[in-house]
């Protein structure tokens, strides 16, 4: 046998901007700079934008023509920014990243180029892997542009489009050379959206950040009404959980069975899939950890008081905790307990799901009781289904 270590180091940054197409505004700039060889031109830029952002913001792509303009020396953009439809649905189009090879092989784009992608966390993940499998993987940088993709998608390692229908089925990891999270992004955001990335907050609390839980408790009201300063915050904070997880937690790429910061998420994904993706990612996540806290409760785990200040605190800032494809069935069967297996075979290995144990803890179980599931389910039904929500939430008094 001749076997070698080898050892890479990986500096994994995000940035916290605004403006970030200002041409005064120098992260972006000083980010391709530190590409550029000695005495080299400018270094080549493709720029991919999610369309749906660009809809809301007209003047983006002028915006960005200027800041390249200004910034000539630095970068080059090789064409006017390629504009694709955001949203789930774009990871679900093969031909979208066939799309952007050729525009990566038409610019001829290098690895000392960057692709550069701004937009939601669907548009991320296709880009991301359009860029990573590109002659073997393109600098790339992020710039996500909702709540959600700037405190936990957006910031990770991992991109992504979905084949066979299911999420995420083809993917890489892939460390970007920079995130770059614009809040003047998130103003131009409808409400729901607004709170997608509340929900992911709360989940990285649970299982690891008591004190961040009880942050958002005392501004559960602010969160509500999606007030900009509260949602900062939160964005901040569930950034640097998530980038401590992959940086500190001993597993960026998932080589093991653990995934933590999928608490919530076996059904979330389902319940997506199920809905034809009509169910946002933020919405199923809400209802996805409503599943696991009360199996958890039932099953002895979780006191019953911190189970109802979890789900207190997912409705205080605005969150169903029922869908009703909950309780579709097929040949007699609860479609969404097929998720269970689905998450097993993404990850390979033993199934491996992540429960709350109290507020900041959480224990992983490799067996979920599938005659209790549906008691579960049945309970949400009754607690937060359709006219009985209100009748049994269990809201807490500090977060009402
Ligand atoms: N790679 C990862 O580690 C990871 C982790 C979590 C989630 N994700 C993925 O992220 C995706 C969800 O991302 P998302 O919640 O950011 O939503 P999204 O990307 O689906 O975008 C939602 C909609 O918002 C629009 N949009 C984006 N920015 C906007 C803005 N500032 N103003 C107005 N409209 C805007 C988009 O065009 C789209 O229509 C899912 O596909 C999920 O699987 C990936
Ligand atoms: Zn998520």
Same mark, same amino acid.
Not at 236 to 246: D, P, V
Not at 262 to 282: M, N, P, R, T, Y
């Given at each position: 046998?001749?076997?070698?270590?080898?050892?890479? %180091? +990986?500096?994994?940054? *995000?940035?916290?901007?605004?403006?970030?197409?200002?041409?005064?505004?120098?992260?972006? $700039?000083?980010?391709?700079?530190?590409?550029?060889?000695?005495?080299?031109?400018?270094?080549?830029?493709?720029? @991919?934008?999610?369309?749906?952002?660009?809809?809301?913001?007209?003047?983006?792509?002028?915006?960005?023509?200027?800041?390249?303009?200004?910034?000539? &020396?630095?970068?080059?953009?090789? &064409?006017?920014?390629?504009?694709?439809?955001?949203? =789930?649905?774009?990871?679900?189009?093969?031909?979208?990243?066939?799309?952007?090879? &050729?525009?990566?092989?038409?610019?001829?784009?290098?690895?000392?180029? +960057?692709?550069?992608?701004?937009?939601?966390?669907?548009?991320?993940?296709?880009?991301?892997?359009?860029?990573?499998?590109?002659?073997?993987?393109?600098?790339?940088?992020?710039?996500?542009? %909702?709540?959600?993709?700037?405190?936990?998608?957006?910031?990770?390692?991992?991109?992504?489009?979905? +084949?066979?229908?299911?999420?995420?089925?083809?993917?890489?990891?892939?460390?970007?050379?920079?995130? @770059?999270?614009?809040?003047?992004?998130?103003?131009?955001?409808? /409400?729901?959206?607004?709170?997608?990335?509340?929900?992911?907050?709360?989940?990285?609390?649970?299982?690891?950040?008591?004190?961040?839980?009880?942050?958002? =408790?005392?501004?559960?009201?602010?969160?509500?009404?999606?007030?900009?300063?509260?949602?900062?915050?939160?964005? $901040?904070?569930?950034?640097?959980?998530?980038?401590?997880?992959?940086?500190?937690?001993?597993? /960026?790429?998932?080589?093991?069975?653990?995934?933590?910061?999928?608490?919530?998420?076996?059904?979330?994904?389902?319940? &997506?899939?199920?809905?034809?993706?009509?169910?946002?990612?933020?919405?199923?996540?809400?209802?996805?950890?409503?599943?696991?806290?009360? +199996?958890?409760?039932?099953?002895?785990?979780?006191?019953?008081?911190?189970?109802?200040?979890?789900?207190?605190?997912?409705? !205080?800032?605005?969150?169903?905790?029922?869908?009703? =494809?909950?309780?579709?069935?097929?040949?007699?069967?609860?479609?969404?307990?097929?998720?269970?297996?689905?998450?097993?075979?993404?990850?390979?290995? =033993?199934?491996?799901? %992540?429960? *709350?144990?109290?507020?900041?803890?959480?224990?992983? *179980?490799?067996?979920?009781?599938?005659? @209790?599931?549906?008691?579960?389910?049945?309970?949400? !039904? @009754?607690?937060?289904?359709?006219?009985?929500?209100?009748?049994?939430?269990?809201?807490?008094?500090?977060?009402?």
């Amino acid at each position: 046998m001749i076997a070698r270590t080898i050892q890479l %180091t +990986y500096e994994h940054r *995000v940035f916290f901007t605004r403006a970030v197409f200002d041409p005064g505004n120098p992260v972006l $700039r000083d980010l391709i700079a530190e590409g550029r060889q000695d005495g080299s031109g400018a270094v080549k830029i493709l720029m @991919v934008i999610d369309q749906g952002l660009a809809e809301s913001d007209p003047l983006l792509v002028e915006r960005i023509a200027r800041y390249a303009d200004a910034h000539a &020396e630095v970068l080059q953009l090789v &064409e006017a920014p390629l504009l694709i439809p955001g949203g =789930e649905d774009c990871k679900n189009d093969w031909a979208l990243v066939e799309r952007i090879w &050729e525009r990566i092989h038409a610019g001829g784009i290098c690895r000392h180029s +960057y692709v550069i992608a701004v937009g939601g966390g669907a548009l991320l993940d296709l880009t991301g892997f359009a860029a990573a499998t590109a002659h073997r993987g393109i600098r790339h940088i992020r710039i996500p542009t %909702t709540t959600l993709s700037q405190g936990d998608g957006g910031v990770g390692v991992k991109n992504g489009v979905n +084949y066979f229908g299911k999420k995420n089925w083809i993917g890489t990891f892939a460390i970007p050379h920079a995130v @770059v999270n614009d809040l003047d992004f998130l103003r131009l955001l409808p /409400p729901a959206q607004r709170r997608a990335g509340i929900i992911e907050a709360i989940k990285v609390a649970l299982i690891r950040d008591r004190s961040l839980f009880e942050a958002m =408790e005392a501004m559960a009201g602010r969160l509500a009404n999606l007030e900009e300063q509260a949602l900062e915050t939160v964005i $901040r904070r569930s950034a640097e959980l998530h980038m401590n997880h992959i940086a500190q937690g001993g597993d /960026p790429f998932e080589l093991g069975s653990a995934r933590p910061l999928d608490f919530g998420h076996w059904s979330a994904h389902k319940l &997506e899939q199920i809905s034809g993706f009509q169910v946002g990612h933020g919405d199923a996540v809400a209802v996805g950890m409503a599943v696991d806290l009360i +199996y958890a409760r039932r099953r002895g785990l979780l006191p019953p008081e911190d189970e109802q200040r979890a789900l207190g605190l997912i409705r !205080a800032v605005g969150f169903n905790l029922y869908a009703p =494809e909950l309780a579709l069935r097929q040949n007699g069967e609860l479609i969404i307990v097929r998720g269970l297996e689905e998450f097993r075979e993404h990850l390979g290995g =033993e199934l491996t799901i %992540t429960l *709350v144990t109290g507020i900041g803890r959480a224990i992983e *179980v490799h067996e979920m009781d599938t005659d @209790v599931l549906p008691l579960v389910l049945d309970e949400m !039904a @009754v607690r937060f289904g359709t006219g009985t929500a209100q009748a049994a939430g269990g809201v807490p008094a500090r977060v009402a």
